[in-house]
């Protein structure tokens, strides 16, 4: 086993491809694919399970692969330290939904840890694609949120995934109103004060079941309802329109101004918001250092 095996290993889990990786690499698929196929001989298990869709991690795949980031950054360092070399790219990737906090932990990320060059990414994007995302390796970790309702459905996926929930924080839900709507002086609100108010919220495309909404209570009709792909849009409905949407009460003005806000919504329902990481995965240090600033994020409602 070498490292520049091992650094193989990396790029293809990140390209997702044998043809992508070789080409960043400069080296030839041949080339590419056997000196995988030889470790894997080596070592006597299967990294990547080939078929005509494409290639993919296997689960001690994607154990290995934690480990061979772990020795790769760490051979990295050695160099940097003892022979001037020159830092690589850093790669890290997160898929989530629509949070706020996700965003400014990635730019507490960024701000600290970012070299001169990275390949980082944030997808803010579907439920159901944060778990494909995830599985498949394209995003390191995903955010998303369980509740009574959802729970069932989100952990067989998860567990067909080779997946795993971790907690961040259990939230009360909120809505989300602007400051010039008249219910934004109360203290609470009820259902059947939002109902003369536009409902808005995130569409989960052909996944568009109730189970993955990114709203608690979804299952509930409004007379006034708007869909959107982006959280800039919703905000601007919120103002606009004098809308309203549900979600965990967690927002900073760092962001998002002071024209948003959020009122506790009286209702006995929680609302469970965590990362999701292959089981044996081994996390890269830019994902661990992403969750600590997730935690710091979530301020109050962290642990």
Not at 42 to 48: A, D, G, P
Not at 143 to 157: C, P, Q, S
Request: aromatic residues 10%; contains cysteine; negative net charge.
């Amino acid at each position: 086993m070498t490292l520049q095996q091992l650094k193989y290993v990396i790029e293809v889990a990140s390209r997702g491809s044998m043809n992508e990786a070789a080409k960043r690499l400069f080296i030839s698929q041949p080339s590419l694919s056997n000196a995988i196929r030889d470790l894997e001989e080596e070592l006597r298990i299967t990294i990547f399970e080939r078929t005509n869709k494409g290639i993919s991690l296997t689960n001690e795949g994607a154990e290995f692969l934690g480990y061979a980031r772990q020795v790769a950054e760490q051979a990295e360092l050695l160099e940097n330290r003892y022979l001037g070399g020159k830092l690589t790219p850093q790669h890290f990737s997160v898929s989530t939904q629509h949070y706020a906090f996700a965003v400014n932990a990635f730019v507490s990320l960024v701000r600290e840890y970012g070299q001169e060059e990275y390949e980082l990414a944030l997808r803010e994007t579907k439920t159901y694609e944060i778990i494909e995302d995830v599985k498949s390796r394209r995003s390191e970790i995903g955010i998303l949120y369980l509740n009574d309702f959802n729970a069932k459905v989100i952990k067989k996926l998860l567990k067909e995934g080779g997946l795993q929930f971790n907690s961040l924080f259990v939230a009360k839900p909120h809505i989300f109103i602007s400051i010039q709507n008249p219910l934004a002086q109360q203290a609470i609100v009820t259902i059947d004060q939002l109902r003369e108010y536009p409902y808005l919220s995130f569409d989960q495309g052909e996944y568009n079941s109730f189970h993955f909404s990114e709203e608690i209570l979804s299952t509930l009709s409004h007379p006034k309802s708007i869909r959107v792909n982006d959280r800039a849009t919703l905000f601007n409905l919120l103002i606009g329109l004098n809308g309203y949407t549900i979600s965990t009460g967690v927002l900073t003005s760092d962001l998002n101004g002071n024209e948003i806000i959020p009122v506790p919504l009286d209702c006995e329902e929680t609302i469970n918001v965590g990362w999701i990481c292959h089981k044996n995965a081994v996390l890269s240090r830019l994902a661990e250092v992403y969750i600590q600033a997730l935690e710091e994020s979530v301020g109050e409602y962290g642990g």
